[in-house]
């Protein structure tokens, strides 16, 4: 379930941090389903995607061509043809395309030609040229992609070439527009963000003295959402920096373009996932089975992430606040035939077979990530509106086993 306040104040808060005439893009890899993707859309956002897929889901959504942007390093042939096509059409380009390496510079650079971009009445394809700042952002190892080591983006050295080659080379048909970076998610400060930034404005400095076009300075995402009471920056803290990093640039020299990608800034503490209790029972210790686990939520299981639980009912009774029952430590285990499906300690009262619980700050990286494995079905999705009433954003796909 996605709670539509929680998420309607989440982009507000980004929104009052990095104002207009900032390009605020929500990142589609946190939370992909289309109802969701709409609501946040519709909140001053547009769309980062990173394929074919994502971007069809952005469409779906509603969201046009020229408010979204297409990165990622998994772009194939495909997804760089489909967008020199959308451009090649001169009504509906991509806003601009970040590329990852000289290889797939070539690729669409070639692509490009072939049709004519920037001769005549066409356009020339905009593209970003990622940056791997080669900073130690203050995160897990498995989310630091602005490590100098991760498969991440091109150095100062590497970016800088290839603008050069793409002047030389592309003849028009695809421009450089600036730099885009994203050093990891669930930052824990704001140093090694600041230091990424500085990197990402020195470059677009020494490229705009030569080339005026290039405007254009991305800085990504990755502000932080922890368990309540874990200290974190907010992205005002990541917004405050700006000011002292441009003026330390000059002025003819500063992007006049800058965007952000956040994704689970925006939506990961409005949803809540709802099980439901399958086995309770003593392993050195109260063990509870729910009936939602790795398929629905892999964070736990994939890199240790923590979400909160508590129980909706108590011994088929629901919990209110006048009679809450006491709480006790108990292992929570996912249904899964896997030993790493678990989410972790949590206190929760006596329950039974039937009884709901819910996890919480569910609504980032759950449903985008959510597989089909032990041919278990993917889990609806129900929205809560602004006033209070129940919408469905999609249905429960459901098996049905056919005698014979």
Same mark, same amino acid.
């Given at each position: 379930?996605?709670?539509?306040?929680?998420?309607?104040?989440?982009?507000?808060?980004?929104?009052?941090?990095?104002?207009?005439?900032?390009?605020?893009?929500?990142?589609?890899?946190?939370?992909?389903?289309?109802?969701?993707?709409?609501?946040?859309?519709?909140?001053?956002?547009?769309?980062?995607?990173?394929?074919?897929?994502?971007?069809?889901?952005?469409?779906?959504?509603?969201?046009?061509?020229?408010?979204?942007?297409?990165?990622?390093?998994?772009?194939?042939?495909?997804?760089?043809?489909?967008?020199?096509?959308?451009?090649?059409?001169?009504?509906?380009?991509?806003?601009?395309?970040?590329?990852?390496?000289?290889?797939?510079?070539?690729?669409?650079?070639?692509?490009?030609?072939?049709?004519?971009?920037?001769?005549?009445?066409?356009?020339?394809?905009?593209?970003?040229?990622?940056?791997?700042?080669?900073?130690?952002?203050?995160?897990?190892?498995?989310?630091?992609?602005?490590?100098?080591?991760?498969?991440?983006?091109?150095?100062?050295?590497?970016?800088?070439?290839?603008?050069?080659?793409?002047?030389?080379? =592309?003849?028009?048909?695809?421009?450089?527009?600036?730099?885009?970076?994203?050093?990891? !998610?669930?930052?824990?400060?704001?140093?090694?963000?600041?230091?990424?930034?500085?990197?990402?404005?020195?470059?677009?400095?020494?490229?705009?003295?030569?080339?005026?076009?290039?405007?254009?300075?991305?800085?990504?995402?990755?502000?932080?959402?922890?368990?309540?009471?874990?200290?974190?920056? #907010?992205?005002?803290?990541?917004?405050?920096?700006?000011?002292?990093?441009?003026?330390?640039?000059?002025?003819?020299?500063?992007?006049?373009?800058?965007?952000?990608?956040?994704?689970?800034?925006?939506?990961?503490? !409005?949803?809540?996932?709802?099980? !439901?209790?399958?086995?309770?029972?003593?392993?050195?210790?109260?063990?509870?089975?729910?009936?939602?686990?790795?398929?629905?939520?892999?964070?736990?299981?994939?890199?240790?992430?923590?979400?909160?639980?508590?129980?909706?009912?108590?011994?088929?009774?629901?919990?209110?606040?006048?009679?809450?029952?006491?709480?006790?430590?108990?292992?929570?285990?996912?249904?899964?035939?896997?030993?790493?499906?678990?989410?972790?300690?949590?206190?929760?009262?006596?329950?039974?077979?039937?009884?709901?619980?819910?996890? !919480?700050?569910?609504?980032?990286? =759950?449903?985008?990530?959510?597989?089909?494995?032990?041919?278990?079905?993917?889990?609806?999705?129900?929205?809560?509106?602004? #006033?209070?009433?129940?919408?469905?954003?999609?249905?429960?796909?459901?098996?049905?086993?056919?005698?014979?």
């Amino acid at each position: 379930m996605t709670d539509l306040a929680t998420l309607d104040r989440a982009a507000a808060a980004i929104r009052e941090a990095f104002p207009y005439p900032w390009i605020r893009q929500y990142s589609l890899k946190a939370n992909d389903v289309p109802e969701i993707v709409a609501e946040v859309t519709s909140r001053g956002f547009g769309a980062n995607v990173v394929s074919r897929g994502e971007w069809a889901i952005a469409r779906r959504a509603g969201v046009p061509n020229g408010r979204i942007t297409l990165e990622g390093i998994g772009k194939t042939d495909a997804d760089l043809r489909d967008a020199v096509r959308a451009t090649a059409a001169g009504k509906a380009p991509l806003a601009w395309v970040a590329l990852e390496s000289a290889d797939e510079a070539e690729v669409v650079t070639r692509m490009a030609r072939r049709v004519g971009l920037g001769r005549g009445a066409r356009p020339a394809l905009d593209v970003l040229i990622r940056l791997n700042p080669d900073v130690v952002p203050e995160t897990i190892s498995g989310l630091a992609v602005g490590d100098g080591a991760s498969k991440f983006g091109l150095t100062e050295t590497e970016a800088t070439g290839l603008v050069e080659w793409l002047a030389s080379n =592309a003849k028009g048909s695809v421009r450089p527009r600036g730099i885009h970076l994203h050093i990891g !998610s669930q930052l824990r400060a704001v140093d090694a963000w600041r230091d990424a930034v500085r990197r990402g404005l020195a470059v677009v400095g020494l490229l705009r003295g030569g080339l005026a076009t290039f405007d254009t300075l991305d800085v990504g995402g990755g502000f932080p959402v922890l368990p309540l009471g874990e200290p974190a920056p #907010d992205p005002g803290r990541f917004a405050r920096e700006m000011p002292e990093l441009l003026d330390a640039v000059p002025e003819d020299r500063r992007p006049t373009r800058l965007a952000i990608e956040p994704g689970r800034a925006l939506v990961a503490r !409005s949803g809540w996932l709802v099980a !439901s209790v399958l086995h309770v029972r003593e392993r050195g210790g109260r063990q509870v089975v729910i009936d939602a686990g790795m398929t629905e939520l892999i964070r736990p299981a994939l890199y240790g992430a923590r979400h909160p639980i508590v129980a909706l009912t108590s011994l088929g009774r629901p919990i209110g606040a006048d009679d809450a029952p006491a709480l006790e430590p108990a292992r929570v285990e996912g249904p899964i035939c896997e030993s790493t499906d678990a989410l972790g300690v949590h206190d929760l009262p006596p329950l039974r077979r039937g009884d709901l619980v819910a996890i !919480s700050e569910a609504g980032a990286y =759950a449903a985008s990530l959510a597989s089909t494995y032990n041919g278990r079905p993917r889990a609806p999705q129900v929205l809560l509106e602004m #006033d209070g009433r129940l919408r469905r954003a999609r249905r429960a796909r459901s098996w049905r086993v056919h005698e014979d």
